[in-house]
Nanobody, 125 residues
């Protein structure tokens, strides 16, 4: 599976961005997620969504109510709608796929097997 993330950019605080992640290969039944990594910090889980009819979306507390993950199972694409952005949301954002079909929505970074190249999001104050 190869992943291509896009949609990053620079936005003012309070603004919105929508990230996309297109996957090649079969991801229909697999969990997909979004993560981010700020300079000097570890990569952190943001949101995850299970395969078709498997598991509800899950969010990190830091983004719950502001970010929404969604998925087009036919197009093999996962999205992250980010609203009410804050300067502390500045980071490189990554999408990922868990290859294990036995799992529903995965929130643990270490369980993800395939990663996109990342897209930069910068929120100015």
């Amino acid at each position: 599976v190869q992943l291509q993330a896009s949609g990053g950019g620079t936005v003012q605080a309070g603004g919105s961005l929508r990230l996309s992640c297109a996957a090649s290969g079969r991801t229909f039944s697999k969990s997909m997620g979004w993560f981010r990594q700020a300079p000097g910090k570890e990569r952190e889980f943001l949101a995850g969504i299970g395969g078709w009819k498997r598991g509800r979306p899950e969010y990190a507390e830091t983004v719950k109510g502001r970010f929404t993950i969604s998925r087009d199972y036919v197009q093999n694409t996962v999205y992250l709608q980010m609203n009410s952005l804050k300067p502390e949301d500045t980071a490189v954002y990554y999408c990922a796929v868990d290859k294990d079909l036995s799992r529903a929505t995965v929130t643990t970074l270490a369980l993800y097997d395939f990663w996109g190249q990342g897209t930069q999001v910068t929120v100015s104050s």
